[in-house]
Each structure stands twice: as structure tokens, then as C-alpha cells.
């Protein structure tokens, strides 16, 4: 069973920075790209970004550049999400998802919270 | 990477159909049969139901269909069921490993 877990989310002071993680499990982690997706409290969904199975291809929402990072570590079956220069407009819920070979995300965590606040 | 566009809701009664349309450009939807739709229960995750314009994942009912027309894709429920009450979304690739989601879509079941 295909099984994604999100951890790292909480509050943080705008301008901070907060890493997210997630820990994949049932499936060949190696062979597919990961994304994340956020979305605002009663607020529509909104990708974020995307690694390659190898890590050697990473894009990014136009509004994170910069700003977030995606990376993976295959030997831990886990993609993460560092996020520097937080905002008020970066506070929403942050899912992990595995991307199928029709460019569809077919699995999603359970989705983090971040809240970007003093 | 503006959003695309879906209408805010649509309801029916049970048992008809109802259609819910992804408006986007020639750059997204209409460069790509990449289309997913992803239904969403309230504080849930969403779930896949559709991907690559009209493949159902298995376990999803048939009365989820798919079609695409230029730059707009559409989602119909047929035979609507009360538990099909939920937000839908799309998702189209945007080129260059870019994705774009929909606006989203409250269904109501009169």
C-alpha cells in the first residue's frame, strides 16, 4: 500500500525558513518524480514544485523561486521541502504527492500545516 | 501560471449528470493531454479520479467521464450520488515539468 507522510509543518515568523519532509513507502521511490502542493485555508489547490527520479530536474511555482528548495534522498525514500524568506502568502497546508507516468499525482499525504505569522 | 478556470459550483438532483468545465490556454490544457481531475471531501486530501484527459484510476467509477476540447477539458458525473458531494479540481501540465491547477468546483447534490 502506497503510503506518503508529511512532517516539519508549524508556525513560523515571516521571513523564517522551515523544512518540510516525506517519507514514502510502497512503491519504488527511485522510479517516479515527487511534487508538493499546497493549499490556503478554504483556498483552491496550487503546485509548488517537482523533483526528478535522480534529483537532477527541480521546477517551482514562479512565486517560490528562490525562496524553496526541493530535493529527495532516495536512499531514505524521502522528497523534503526547505522554505526560506517566509510569508504571509506561504501559510496554507502542504501536501506530498507521487506523480504516475501519465503526469498525474495519483498519491497524497496527509498534508502539513505551515502558518507563517508573528 | 495563472489558475484555470472552473465555474465556483454546480449541483443536480441524484441520479442526473452534471459538468464541470477547466478552461485554460493553448499553452496548458490545450498544448497537452495531460489532464487530471481530483475530487476533495472536506479536510481530506484530494483523491485522483481522472488523469490523461478520460483514464480512470482503477476503482473509480465509470460515471466519471473526461473529454477535452481546444483549450477547455471538462469532468461529467453521471447518475449523481450524494456521496459524489465534494470540490473538484483539474490539474493540466503547463510545460517544462510545470503544473496548473483549477480553480475548483463545489458540487452540491440537491
Known amino acids: ?8 509543518g508549524g508556525l513560523v515568523q515571516p521571513g523564517g525558513s522551515l523544512r518540510l519532509s516525506c517519507e514514502a513507502h510502497g512503491f519504488t521511490f527511485h522510479d517516479y518524480w515527487m511534487g508538493w502542493v499546497r ?17 537532477g530536474v527541480k521546477t517551482y511555482l514562479d512565486s517560490v523561486k528562490g525562496r524553496f528548495t526541493i530535493s529527495r534522498d532516495n536512499a531514505k525514500n524521502s522528497v523534503y521541502l526547505q522554505m526560506n524568506s517566509l510569508g504571509a502568502d506561504d501559510t496554507a497546508v502542504y501536501f506530498c504527492a507521487k506523480w504516475n507516468r501519465a503526469a498525474a499525482l495519483d498519491y497524497w499525504g496527509q498534508g502539513t500545516l505551515v502558518t507563517v505569522s508573528s | 501560471q495563472s489558475a484555470l478556470t472552473q465555474p465556483r459550483s454546480v449541483s ?18 490545450g498544448a497537452y493531454n495531460f489532464v487530471s481531475w481530483f475530487q476533495q471531501l472536506p479536510g481530506k486530501a484530494p483523491k485522483l479520479i481522472l488523469y490523461a484527459v478520460t483514464q480512470r484510476p482503477s476503482g473509480v467509477p465509470d460515471r466519471f467521464s473526461g473529454s477535452k ?9 453521471s447518475g449523481l450520488q450524494a456521496d459524489d458531494e465534494a470540490d473538484y479540481y483539474c490539474c493540466s501540465n503547463a510545460g517544462r515539468h510545470t503544473y496548473v491547477f483549477g480553480t475548483g468546483t463545489q458540487v452540491t447534490v440537491l
Open chain 1, 1 to 8: 500500500e502506497v503510503q506518503l507522510v508529511e512532517s516539519g
Open chain 1, 39 to 55: 493549499q490556503a485555508l478554504g483556498k483552491g489547490l496550487e503546485w509548488v514544485a517537482n523533483i526528478n527520479e535522480d534529483g
Open chain 2, 12 to 29: 443536480g438532483s441524484p441520479g442526473q449528470s452534471v459538468t464541470i468545465s477547466c478552461a485554460g490556454t493553448s499553452r496548458d490544457v
Open chain 2, 69 to 77: 476540447s481546444g483549450n477547455t477539458a471538462s469532468l461529467t458525473i
